[in-house]
């Protein structure tokens, strides 16, 4: 139902764009977020969309650097991530905010410092 992509291994102060491709439900419906797990970390949110107005959440911890977006035409939520920080090394997993999705493999974003 949704599958996560453009991960990769980037220095610190670099930027990758990660996609979420949706299908089989009602895109339209659902506020759609980023999560990440960090090993030995617990997954965590990172942003999210609603679609109803196009409101933005990010964590502390991304705001400023992160842009999450939707194409609704294409079922996709992206996430630009800026200014990349080893701290951010992680796995990036999207679905709804409330998990109605299986979680999937997710992408993995790695940042060497």
């Known amino acids: 139902q949704l599958q996560a992509s453009g991960g990769g291994l980037v220095q610190a102060g670099g930027s990758l764009r990660l996609s979420c491709a949706a299908s089989?439900?009602?895109?339209?419906?659902?506020?759609i977020g980023w999560f990440r797990q960090a090993p030995g970390k617990e997954r965590e949110e990172v942003s999210c969309?609603?679609?109803?107005?196009?409101?933005?959440y990010y964590a502390d911890s991304v705001k400023g650097r992160f842009t999450i977006s939707r194409n609704n035409g294409r079922k996709t939520i992206y996430l630009q991530m800026n200014n990349l920080k080893p701290e951010d090394t992680a796995v990036y997993y999207c679905?709804?905010?409330?998990?109605?999705?299986?979680w999937g493999k997710g992408t993995l974003v790695t940042v060497s410092s």
């Open positions: 679905n709804t905010v409330t998990g109605r999705w299986p």
């Open positions: 089989g439900f009602r895109f339209d419906d659902y506020v």
């Open positions: 969309i609603d679609p109803s107005d196009g409101s933005t």
